[in-house]
């Protein structure tokens, strides 16, 4: 019940593409569900983050969708760039209890230019 | 830059050994949390501690220990430390005991040999 799944393990997009990242999550009790973007030989750096309350969250050219009722949650990053070349995690995380990110497996995004 | 950093960055050493990683939260932040990357399991909660006391545990072995300081850095021991322990240990800090927003140091990577 602790674990998020994510998909794809790799991703190949072209420059100016479109790249989706999904993930599920079992545990209700999750509000807060994070993204973190990490380069080569750098710690998890947080993109952008959404509450169940809201169905999508954008910020620049990357977005979040949540289907709450799915229990599916989705990065998209628009126009994707070379520079967007990075493991993308995905993590939920909850109020009560412990207060720890489970993060998803992680996905390898190679934007070809 | 997270503003949280982490030494050393890079740690050989051999098996049974004992080592210490140090991490300093960024200014103000009272949570500091512990994780494990490794290729096969991902990214692992190990502990959380505020303000000086731990608040969770996760799947940190009995050879490992932490503690946070009262000037607020913490420190990770790893100790009778086995092939197996070779990973990436990040620390994560945030304001409160509510880690919603946690931002990551930029790690310390053991070689265990």
């Known amino acids: 019940q602790q674990q998020v799944k994510q998909s794809p393990q790799s991703l190949i997009v072209q420059k100016g593409g479109i790249s989706i990242i999904n993930c599920a999550y079992e545990n209700t009790a999750f509000d807060y569900f994070p993204w973190y973007q990490q380069f080569p030989g750098k710690g998890p750096a947080l993109l952008i983050a959404i509450r169940p309350d809201v169905s999508e969250k954008k910020e620049g050219r990357f977005t979040i969708s949540f289907n709450k009722s799915a229990k599916q949650f989705s990065l998209h990053i628009m126009d994707s760039q070379p520079g967007d070349s990075a493991t993308y995690f995905c993590?939920?995380?909850?109020?009560?209890?412990?207060?720890?990110?489970?993060f998803g497996q992680g996905t390898r995004l190679t934007i070809n230019p | 830059d997270s503003g949280v950093t982490q030494t050393p960055k890079h740690l050989i050493t051999a098996t049974g050994q004992r080592v210490t990683l140090r991490c300093s939260p960024r200014s103000g932040d009272l949570s500091v949390y512990w994780y494990q990357q490794s290729l096969d399991q991902g990214l692992q909660f190990l502990i959380h501690?505020?303000?000086?006391?731990?608040?969770a545990k996760g799947n940190i072995l009995e050879r490992f220990s932490a503690q946070q300081f009262p000037d607020l850095h913490s420190e990770l021991n790893l100790s009778s430390l086995e092939l197996g322990d070779s990973a990436l240990y990040f620390c994560?800090?945030?304001?409160?005991?509510?880690?919603?927003?946690?931002?990551f140091g930029p790690g310390t990577r053991l070689t265990v040999t």
């Open positions: 993590a939920a995380n909850r109020d009560q209890g412990a207060q720890k990110l489970v």
């Open positions: 994560a800090s945030s304001p409160r005991h509510v880690g919603y927003e946690q931002y």
């Open positions: 501690y505020y303000n000086g006391e731990e608040r």
